[in-house]
């Protein structure tokens, strides 16, 4: 049985998964939003074969488009997923008692998103992350920022915590997994205040190290083996990037002022 829940998912080129991503949300939710942001491939014919609605929207940038979505939902409990986060049959069945005698106690609700990896096991133990994914838009709304989604939470609301994951299938490869980080990280870069050039550079010489310890040793990728290895590489290098970046951001400032 579903809960008066409007899941919305943002979404551009998602036919890989956007069907099961749909599936696994339709367990709990009784009504599902995409927004579509020019998919040329089969995501909308999906998503509206499967009951969905889609609202397309050229995008606006990470909070801005959630707001999208948070606007075309029909109810105001809101799960915000994207296109590569599936609702687990747990944490389905959490939700659902959860709304099993009207709406929740608390306004708010956290999860842990768990890495689902190209190969191997679910990654239930280790690099967990968690976020705050079933709201009430009354209470709460994505930032209205080009770049930042997560929102705030209001002083004085409490937050509950959900004990089941959700799945994040979040890269299909390592090559994907790079991508990604490159992107974030250029966007970061120019959407970040800029810190003193003189840290920046430090921390571009001196930085990398720390930040692949960060996610080997301190996020347990180590667990994962070589594969894990590979990830916290990759990710230490997308977060050096985003330093890199800023340096040369800085550059091009002041050789415009020279100029």
Not at 189 to 211: D, E, H, I, M, S
Request: one cysteine or more; glycine letters at 8%.
């Amino acid at each position: 049985m579903t809960a008066p829940i409007s899941a919305f998912i943002r979404a551009k080129n998602e036919e890989r998964m956007i069907g099961d991503v749909i599936r696994a949300a339709q367990q709990v939710v009784s009504e599902v939003v995409v927004v579509d942001s020019g998919s040329t491939d089969k995501t909308i014919e999906i998503a509206e074969e499967l009951g969905a609605r889609v609202v397309r929207s050229p995008w606006l940038g990470g909070g801005k488009q959630k707001r999208l979505g948070e606007d075309a939902c029909t109810h105001d409990w809101l799960l915000d997923l994207d296109a590569d986060e599936i609702v687990a049959p747990e944490l389905a069945s959490e939700i659902g008692v959860l709304f099993a005698n009207g709406a929740p106690e608390r306004s708010v609700y956290q999860m842990m998103m768990a890495t689902a990896p190209p190969v191997g096991a679910v990654w239930r133990d280790f690099n967990l992350v968690d976020r705050r994914k079933l709201y009430d838009r009354r209470v709460v709304r994505a930032p209205d920022h080009a770049n930042y989604d997560q929102f705030d939470v209001p002083s004085g609301v409490s937050v509950g915590k959900l004990r089941a994951p959700l799945l994040h299938y979040s890269f299909r490869d390592l090559a994907h997994l790079e991508d990604k980080f490159t992107r974030n990280s250029a966007g970061r870069a120019r959407n970040t205040k800029l810190k003193p050039l003189w840290l920046l550079q430090l921390r571009v010489v001196f930085g990398k190290p720390f930040y692949f310890l960060n996610q080997y040793v301190r996020r347990g990728l180590w667990r994962a083996g070589w594969y894990g290895f590979a990830v916290a590489n990759i990710a230490a290098h997308g977060r050096w990037m985003k330093d890199a970046l800023m340096v040369e951001i800085h550059l091009r400032n002041r050789q415009g002022r020279e100029d």
